[in-house]
């Protein structure tokens, strides 16, 4: 007999938080309900059951657009400028919105570039007015800076994100060439005059990847980026910059990792600090976020598991509400990536955006317990590791003292003291038979370069070298 349709619409009776906990209790036997509790490699406490976090303060996500909502950026690494246009212009032409360019002078790390004409042949074709071009040069960043300006011809429209770094690049050396000091009072000093010439340009990239990829967390990440925020509007201050345009020029510069809820929570608690911050500072201004791929989650050992890594980590930048999303190849840990590669970095994304439609809503993930108590408790976190980065003196000090280098040795120890992690394809379901992938071979052939050294003694603080958590285990095997 056909059920009435009011009886097969009706709702099933809600459960209650205790009587969920009751059959949980049941399943666990003699264990404690306590058992469930996990916590982050930082301590972050994880609940096995969350209520509605619709009482939680609101974030005010990025500016909404159904049909582009984020930009899909493409990066090149590729040793000859020639290269690195071919690369470039078949991202834009196949999906892609903005370039990301790495400079390096010796080919080995990126492009080899060392003058304004080498950068106008790695992006020539491209129109600055309507694809956003940016830059990673690390100490050259102001050099750099000065290049892409000249390829870009003082046109106002110009989308330009110079993403002068020197922060960065000092971490990660572990040295400066000449003080870190004056590395900012010359990237101010450059990004001033440029800041006059392109309105709609961002000078600073305030990026806490450094510490992501040394092996880090995402508090401690989040605390990088935001003293890195502070002491570039100090500088560009000092420069002659109000503190509101300063703070519009920077955009924060975070990681995509493969578990996609630290992923949401962490860009999620990024957009509460800045408006702290920027609170604490009499300003206004939105915080812009430029999400990477994280490198460190990648695996050498059947490289093709990192397409659900790297897809993992484009959804959480994009429920998270990234700006920018950069997603890398999935051979990057072999080598540089082919054009197969570098494709199926952009239809990871084009596929989120068109097809799964993940920017049709504004901050889908809010009202969501578990991500609501996450990101509460990073942003605290984070807030903490930056309150004691100020009282150190500001990110400067805090490097040279140990202060980051040892919160991020606490992070790989707690994630060492858990044991072996589940890496698919590495530790977990390892393949049974070699499916060997391609990558480029290309020769680097360095070329002169500026000097970015400045007078005087070189900075020093303890690196923080990137690691890839599944190389010990890939190298055991």
């Not at 493969?258 to 702290?276: C, E, G, N, P, S």
């Amino acid at each position: 007999m056909t059920k009435p349709a009011s009886q097969i619409t009706s709702p099933f009776p809600t459960a209650t938080a205790a009587e969920w906990r009751v059959l949980v209790e049941k399943t666990l036997k003699d264990a404690p309900f306590e058992s469930l509790l996990r916590e982050t490699p930082e301590g972050l406490p994880i609940a096995p059951l969350y209520e509605s976090g619709a009482s939680a303060p609101a974030i005010t996500p990025r500016p909404f657009d159904a049909e582009r909502p984020w930009d899909l950026r493409a990066a090149t690494r590729h040793p000859d400028p020639t290269g690195a246009r071919t690369e470039l212009l078949a991202d834009l032409e196949g999906g892609a919105a903005s370039a990301l360019i790495r400079i390096d002078p010796t080919g080995e790390t990126g492009t080899a570039i060392g003058s304004p004409e080498a950068l106008a042949r790695a992006l020539d074709g491209v129109l600055v007015e309507l694809a956003p071009v940016a830059l990673d040069a690390g100490f050259l960043g102001p050099k750099a800076a000065d290049w892409l300006s000249a390829f870009a011809k003082s046109a106002p429209n110009a989308l330009l994100a110079f993403h002068m770094d020197p922060l960065s690049a000092f971490a990660e050396a572990g040295v400066s060439p000449g003080p870190v000091e004056s590395h900012l009072v010359s990237a101010a000093t450059v990004g001033a005059r440029l800041a006059e010439i392109y309105p709609k340009s961002t000078l600073f990239l305030a990026s806490g990847r450094a510490v992501h990829e040394a092996g880090g967390g995402e508090a401690g990440e989040l605390a990088f980026a935001l003293a890195a925020a502070v002491a570039y509007a100090k500088a560009q201050v000092v420069a002659g910059a109000s503190m509101a345009d300063a703070f519009s020029r920077i955009v924060l510069g975070l990681s995509a990792d493969t578990d996609y809820f630290l992923t949401i929570a962490k860009l999620r608690a990024a957009r509460l600090l800045w408006a702290q911050v920027t609170a604490a500072c009499g300003v206004e201004a939105p915080a812009r976020i430029e999400a990477r791929s994280s490198h460190r989650m990648l695996a050498a050992q059947d490289a093709w598991t990192n397409m659900l890594r790297l897809t993992s980590a484009a959804f959480g930048a994009a429920v998270g509400g990234a700006d920018a999303v950069q997603l890398g190849a999935f051979t990057d840990p072999l080598g540089l990536p082919t054009a197969f590669a570098r494709r199926q970095a952009r239809n990871a994304q084009l596929v989120l955006m068109e097809e799964a439609h993940l920017g049709r809503v504004a901050d889908p993930a809010a009202g969501a317990g578990y991500v609501e108590a996450l990101t509460d408790e990073m942003a605290r976190a984070a807030w903490a590791e930056f309150q004691a980065i100020e009282a150190k003196g500001g990110l400067i000090e805090a490097l040279a003292s140990g202060l980051v280098a040892n919160e991020v040795a606490k992070v790989t120890a707690a994630r060492e003291a858990a044991g072996k992690p589940r890496i698919v394809g590495v530790t977990a379901f390892p393949p049974t038979q070699q499916a060997p992938v391609e990558v480029l071979s290309v020769r680097p052939k360095p070329v002169d370069a500026p000097s970015p050294r400045l007078p005087g003694p070189d900075g020093h603080c303890p690196p923080l070298r990137p690691i890839r958590l599944a190389q010990p285990f890939e190298a055991a095997q």
